[in-house]
């Protein structure tokens, strides 16, 4: 199931989008070829850098493993994000810059293979600070391919403006709920004018220290709804 489902992903994305999975969707793309044959002359390349790495590193696998990872990990990851269907040209940037960087590390520890190879001695401290350079430099170059990407920004900008509106929302309620005890304030005090008249009304308005103003006192235009 799994084979199947891999099989229609590259024919959907890589080939002649028939449904199958066949030798002509490769040789019909290029592009995927040219990649296809790059990867197969990386791996090789690979074998080489695993060697220096254990000459490196007295035979310690798991550090050898790490000088694989940080020089064939950028160049498959910039071959990743370049086929990203919606990769901008930012990403596509960084996609180029990936590979490049992959190569070029490859190519270091090639070259220190030669030279271990004819019996030279190379600068080992220096191997170790290309790894450690390319390990923070595939980490901060992934991050930062995620940050740009127009979904997730388009993303971040929808739950931005979701959030201003929500907040907007809340103010108008607030405004309503004044507005309306305003208004049950106006009639009250109408009420009371009806009874006691507008003079006792307006002594007990100016003796009313530290109480709420009655309705008169309100100014609607402020509570009223900002466009």
């Known amino acids: 199931m799994a084979n199947k489902n891999l099989a229609e992903w590259i024919d959907k994305n890589f080939g002649n989008r028939d449904g199958r999975l066949t030798i002509k969707d490769f040789l019909g793309n290029a592009p995927m070829v040219a990649f296809v044959v790059a990867d197969l002359v990386m791996l090789i390349a690979e074998y080489r850098v695993f060697m220096v790495g254990m000459e ?3 035979d310690d696998y798991i550090l050898s493993l790490g000088f694989i990872l940080v020089s064939s990990l950028p160049f498959y990851l910039g071959q990743i994000f370049f086929l990203y269907n919606d990769a901008n040209g930012k990403q596509k940037a960084i996609a180029v810059a990936f590979i490049l960087a992959g190569l070029s590390v490859s190519g270091y520890y090639g070259l220190a293979d030669y030279l ?10 220096m191997a170790f600070v290309v790894a450690i350079t390319a390990t923070i430099g595939i980490i901060s170059g992934s991050i930062l391919f995620a940050t740009i990407d127009d979904k997730i920004s388009a993303k971040r900008r929808h739950n931005e403006l979701k ?40 002594l007990v308005n100016e003796n009313s220290f530290g109480m709420p103003a009655l309705a008169s006192e309100v100014n609607k235009e402020e509570l009223a709804p900002k466009e």
Not at 116 to 125: Q, R, S
């Open 163 to 202: 959030r201003q509106a929500k907040e907007k929302e809340m103010e108008m309620q607030i405004r309503k709920s004044l507005l309306e005890k305003a208004e049950a304030l106006e009639k009250q005090e109408a009420k009371l004018r009806q009874i006691y008249g507008d003079d006792a009304v307006q």
């Open 56 to 58: 490196l590193t007295n």
């Open 116 to 125: 271990i190879a004819n019996g030279m001695t190379i600068n080992a401290e």
